[in-house]
Nanobody
Framework: QVQLVESGGGLVQPGGSLRLSCEAS????????MGWYRQAPGKQREKVTA???????NYADSVKDRFTISRDNAKNTVYLQMNNLKPEDTAVYYC?????????WGQGTQVTVSS
């Protein structure tokens, strides 16, 4: 019943943009911190960004000024707008929802940045 479904991944050229979506069901969406992690081949999972229920945001240094997280509580959806994409952004991106000790994870969506 509790589920996060990511969409919007794909192949994009360097310098391009992509918008990821994560739609949640089965939780009281508005009270959860939402965010994104990513994992590239051979690397540790990296926290990309998060947005709290009060719309406070944070970003990894590697994506600052390029990525923007936002949420639409009416749609139970969090977005990740990714601009000026670089090859090093290539990874599987995972959406998560967290409230206290409760965490929910999506299955991930592949983002590939390549010429």
């Amino acid at each position: 019943q509790v589920q996060l479904v990511e969409s919007g991944g794909g192949l994009v050229q360097p310098g391009g943009s992509l918008r990821l979506s994560c739609e949640a069901s089965g939780i009281i969406f508005s009270i959860y911190t939402m965010g994104w992690y990513r994992q590239a081949p051979g690397k540790q999972r990296e926290k990309v960004t998060a947005i709290t229920s009060g719309d406070n945001t944070n970003y990894a240094d590697s994506v600052k000024d390029r990525f923007t997280i936002s949420r639409d509580n009416a749609k139970n959806t969090v977005y990740l707008q990714m601009n000026n994409l670089k090859p090093e952004d290539t990874a599987v991106y995972y959406c998560y929802a967290r409230f206290n000790s409760v965490s929910v994870w999506g299955q991930g969506t592949q983002v590939t940045v390549s010429s």
